[in-house]
């Protein structure tokens, strides 16, 4: 079993920037593709970033692009979601997941594949 929790959300004006943290504990990586999701009011659950654990590459949506980086910290058990120059458009419940089983890293940017997901984190930006 494994445990999710974010936090670093908030409120910022466009332009600025907020780093999510997502501590895992229990079974924790155990090289397993980590992703961040997004869900709008009114909208499905979105693909932001993820990071393969396969091949150590990093993906992410085209709208985020140049300005959020996933990173991890293995000795801390967690995983970031840098984001600079936020938009209004970002404003969304941030959720971490890890996969149950590695998939592939075609697979990182499908929500059904992920097993293990955290409570949620809101990010609102103003304009």
């Known amino acids: 079993q494994v445990q999710l929790v974010e936090s670093g959300g908030g409120l910022v004006q466009a332009g600025g920037s907020l780093r999510l943290s997502c501590a895992a504990s229990?079974?924790?990586?155990?090289?397993?593709?980590m992703g961040w999701f997004r869900q709008a009011p009114g909208k499905e659950r979105e693909f932001v970033a993820a990071f393969s654990w396969l091949d150590n590459v990093a993906y992410y949506t085209d709208s985020v692009k140049g300005r959020f980086t996933i990173s991890r910290d293995n000795a801390k058990n967690t995983v970031y979601l840098q984001m600079n120059s936020l938009k209004p458009d970002d404003t969304a419940v941030y959720y971490c997941?890890?996969?149950?089983?590695?998939?592939?890293?075609?697979?990182?940017?499908?929500?059904?594949?992920?097993?293990?997901w955290g409570q949620g984190t809101q990010v609102t930006v103003s304009s």
């Open positions: 997941a890890q996969q149950g089983h590695n998939y592939g890293d075609s697979a990182l940017r499908r929500p059904l594949t992920y097993l293990y």
């Open positions: 229990g079974r924790t990586f155990s090289s397993k593709g």
